[in-house]
């Protein structure tokens, strides 16, 4: 159980353009996800709290206007990165939680801006 | 989330047991142990938690201390596949899952 699917696995996109991540609770309803990004080397750093049928909640010195967050249903969340640079090119990780069970991690998207 | 502290990195043997140590000598009452680890390119992976007493599952166990100012994650069998970077975080859980990853420990399982 508590299976977090996350798609697409990898993308590459030229500079400009728009993606979105796609975050998916498979068995259970998550109440709340969270959205990560690790760049190379370094640890997860959090970046958004997302919670459903609310606005998210965005960590200091992550702009809301460029990592759009959209929490429609208790399965799913999406993660758009706006006008993205290669600046933005990272691992995406998201995770959720439902019903006080443990955090559970998606597999990551990795994103290349060209 | 409280401060913790592990060894950047631990080396340990195909098959035998691999005792990763973890300080966390802010810990507040309400907060829990959670251990995970992620293997290069994927996503963290849940692995075990616990409040005061150990824990046992399928994966690993965890012995806390009395004070619970420190903890071990221990795989008792270790394979080639354990190999990854394993992280111990303070979290009270709950409506506040907002976990805080540190450098963790890089376990490497040697043939």
């Known amino acids: 159980g508590a299976v977090v699917s996350q798609h697409p696995s990898w993308v590459i996109c030229k500079s400009g353009t728009s993606v979105k991540i796609e975050c998916r609770s498979l068995d259970f309803q998550a109440t709340t996800m969270f959205w990560y990004r690790q760049f190379p080397k370094q640890s997860l750093m959090l970046m958004a709290t997302s919670n459903e ?19 429609a249903s ?9 006008s ?6 990272s691992f995406y990780i998201c995770s959720a939680t439902g019903n006080n069970s443990p955090l559970h991690f998606g597999n990551g998207t990795r994103l290349t801006v060209t | 989330d409280a401060k913790t502290t592990q060894p950047p990195s631990m080396d340990c043997a195909e098959g035998r047991a691999a005792n990763l140590p973890c300080n966390h000598s802010t810990i507040s009452g309400n907060e829990y142990v959670y251990w995970y680890r992620q293997i290069h390119s994927q996503g963290p992976q849940y ?3 616990g409040l005061k007493n150990n824990e046992t599952n399928e994966m690993a166990s965890l012995i806390i201390t009395e004070d619970r100012k420190s903890s071990t994650l221990i795989l008792p069998h270790a394979t ?20 805080t990853f540190g450098k963790g420990t890089l376990l490497t399982v040697n043939p």
């Open chain 1, 84 to 89: 993205a640079h290669p600046e933005d090119s």
């Open chain 2, 47 to 49: 692995i075990i938690h």
């Open chain 2, 80 to 99: 080639l596949r354990d190999t990854a970077v394993y992280y111990c975080i303070a979290n009270s859980g709950g409506s506040n899952y907002k976990l």
């Open chain 1, 53 to 71: 049928g609310s606005k998210a909640t965005y960590e200091q010195g992550v702009e809301k206007d460029k990592f759009l967050i959209n929490h």
């Open chain 1, 74 to 82: 208790l399965t799913l969340s999406t993660l758009t990165v706006t």
